[in-house]
């Protein structure tokens, strides 16, 4: 289980704009374990999706990859030409997007478009792929395999097809999966399904999994270890016990403290006041502490690094044995 | 997808009867046809006779029911002027047109899709700015102006390519053919290029469009995370279904090639049914004329027809939907 598959350090992405450069990821660092999910949260614009683009190699330009390294079982591949790096994609890493209804070829049999991709990465025959189709599509969960996998995208419905978005990101074998909210589009009752057969998928295979969501709820259920993403940063990571349990980050408490609970139904929901500055305008220091209630000089100044904190890592001031005053 | 296609040609057909009454309409509106065939001391029971067996004395519905029927069987009267059926006539130029028509096609779709898919993939190169500027020229000049200048280099200056006729054409049948002859083939560079420009930026353009529309759908970026070759990504994913609106305009545009076809015809003196059609205007020869509306909106009309048809095959998703509709 300590194997380390995916290890990100100090990842900088930058997009290049009319005025000036803006830094969409600035920092982060986390790994990922043989066999184990992480998950990924964050308000939209944290720089979730970013990161998870980032690993795979597909941040399209005026953005790109600014600092820092990314390493896939100890190879380093953000420096890849992109022949190599397009070698990785589909092969070493799976991903699956949000959007099912299009991210399938409205104009190919899926059967044609999992061939087409076990074809690109293992060396195998029409006939051989075809069947490893049928079987990856068994795997996923649908139906009839044989019958289906002849079935044009259009014919499947929406859970179903990203079931056949999984098959497609799993057919070689791939050491690590990134899912950018997978379950989103998906209504409830098939969310939980999507959700245990990532689960499963990455149980059997000892596949490590990035879940990129802003779903606590889907977190809690999947993952491992979390992450809390908060304006390109990495505000708190740890087991997803823990952090869901004793937040420390009060981005993190926030959040937390915003998912409704049955059992507390006459509570109002805690808000977090205000909301994430723009990629533009992000405060100096740390970058939450225009909404934080425990801000005080040092956060405004000095900018936050991360802190081990029992199992937990936490980018917070409040969490730094030096006084504030000696640090002023 | 039989119901399908019967409901669009049963569509068809009511398009092609209210062209034939505009076509009728025509010989009523543009005096009496009995005046332009006699001279002016022909008396009045002749002219009166001549009427009767022309059937002109016949209440209007009547006529025009004769006119539909004769139209079917691709009867369309005699011609005034050259005083032979018009049907010989449009058939004996037909061919002229339609090879000139199709070569010109050709060209445009042939070099619209390279060139659009060069400018889409390579949008900032030298060459994708030069085809752009290439295309504005394109579909700013008028046809005419392009071919007196293609005549203007390439047939004063430098001699080498006719500036006028078919060359020497092959009997095949009742077809004939500029296609197996060099002088033939040569003459019909000139027109081609001239006929086919117009669509050829239109084609790039919008293959320019689409191409750079469909690389930013997601599931252009799923294949390129699945890995799959820059090749496969371009030529199989995107390229595909940049085509299903390009075929509806390439094929919508034939119709057009053809209508537009008068003008090249004209400049080129390129013995087609523009040509004919121009020459009958001149004449008020007007068999001629409505029978070539009929025959032009039927060419229309077929091709709709056909890329419906074709949409439907290129497109699974349709194909599912139309049989569930019917």
């Known amino acids: ?328 | 997808m039989l119901a399908f296609t019967l409901r669009r040609a049963i569509q068809a057909v009511g398009v092609m009867i209210a062209v034939g009454i505009i076509a009728f309409s025509m010989f009523r509106f543009a005096g009496d046809p009995v005046n332009q065939m006699v001279s002016i001391d022909t008396s009045g029971a002749e002219r009166a006779a001549i009427r009767q067996s022309l059937g002109l004395d016949d209440p209007v519905i009547v006529q025009f029911g004769r006119y539909v029927a004769n139209a079917a069987q691709f009867k369309f009267g005699i011609s005034y002027q050259f005083r032979l059926p018009v049907t010989n006539l449009l058939m004996e130029r037909m061919p002229a047109t339609l090879e000139l028509a199709i070569c010109a096609t050709i060209f445009a779709m042939v070099g619209g899709i390279l060139m659009g898919v060069y400018s889409a993939l390579r949008r900032d190169s030298l060459l994708a700015h030069a085809f752009q500027a290439v295309s504005l020229i394109g579909i700013s000049l008028p046809t005419f102006l392009i071919g007196i200048l293609l005549i203007y280099l390439f047939s004063v200056t430098l001699g080498w390519l006719p500036s006028f006729g078919r060359g020497e054409v092959v009997r095949i049948g009742w077809w004939t053919t500029g296609l197996l002859t060099l002088s033939g083939l040569k003459a019909l560079i000139m027109p081609s290029i001239t006929l086919g420009l117009f669509q050829l930026t239109l084609i790039m353009r919008l293959v320019r469009a689409e191409m750079l529309e469909v690389m930013r759908t997601d599931y252009i970026r799923f294949a390129r995370a699945r890995g799959l070759t820059t090749r496969a990504i371009h030529f199989g994913h995107a390229l595909r279904n940049t085509l299903i609106p390009v075929i509806t305009v390439a094929g919508l545009q034939f119709g057009s090639v053809i209508a537009f076809a008068i003008i090249t015809e004209t400049v080129f003196q390129w013995p087609g049914m523009g040509l004919l059609f121009v020459q009958a205007v001149q004449n008020v020869d007007i068999p001629i004329m409505a029978a070539y509306l009929m025959m032009v909106s039927l060419i229309f009309v077929t091709i709709n027809l056909v890329v419906d048809i074709l949409y439907t095959i290129v497109d699974p998703r349709l194909r599912s939907t139309v049989s569930r509709a019917h």
């Open chain 1, 1 to 328: 289980m300590t194997e380390t598959v995916l290890s990100v350090r100090n990842l900088q992405v930058e997009f290049a704009s009319r005025r000036g450069t803006l830094r969409a990821i600035d920092g982060v660092s986390f790994d990922i374990a043989k066999g184990e999910v992480l998950g990924v949260v964050g308000e939209s614009g944290a720089g979730k999706s970013v990161t998870g683009l980032s690993v795979i190699g597909l941040i399209d330009p005026p953005g790109g990859i600014s600092g820092g390294e990314i390493h896939l079982a100890g190879t380093r591949i953000d420096n890849l030409p992109p022949e190599e790096m397009r070698r990785v994609r589909g092969k070493r890493i799976g991903m699956i997007f949000q959007d099912p209804l299009t991210s399938l070829n409205p104009l190919y049999k899926i059967g044609d478009q999992i061939v087409e991709t076990i074809r690109t990465h293992l060396n195998l025959s029409e006939q051989a792929a075809r069947r490893r189709a049928i079987d990856l599509l068994a795997e996923v969960g649908i139906p009839a395999p044989e019958k289906r996998i002849d079935g044009y995208p259009h014919e499947f419905s929406g859970g179903m097809r990203q079931r056949v978005v999984i098959a497609l990101a799993i057919c070689a074998e791939p050491e690590l999966i990134i899912a950018d909210e997978p379950t989103t589009a998906l209504d409830v009752s098939v969310q939980a399904q999507i959700i245990s057969l990532i689960k499963r998928l990455g149980r059997d295979h000892g596949t490590a999994v990035m879940l990129v969501t802003h779903d606590m709820g889907v977190i809690a259920e999947t993952s491992d270890r979390v992450a809390v993403m908060y304006a390109g940063r990495v505000a708190e990571i740890g087991p997803v016990q823990d952090v869901v349990k004793n937040p420390l980050h009060p981005y993190a408490k926030g959040l937390m403290g915003a998912i409704p609970t049955l059992a507390g139904e006459d509570k109002r929901l805690v808000q977090i006041p205000g909301s994430m500055p723009r990629l533009s305008a992000i405060p100096r220091g740390c970058s939450f502490n225009p909404r934080c209630a425990f801000a005080f000089d040092r956060c405004r100044v000095d900018r936050p690094e991360p802190l081990v904190q029992g199992a937990q890592s936490v980018a917070c001031h409040l969490y730094d044995s030096v006084p504030a005053e000696s640090a002023a």
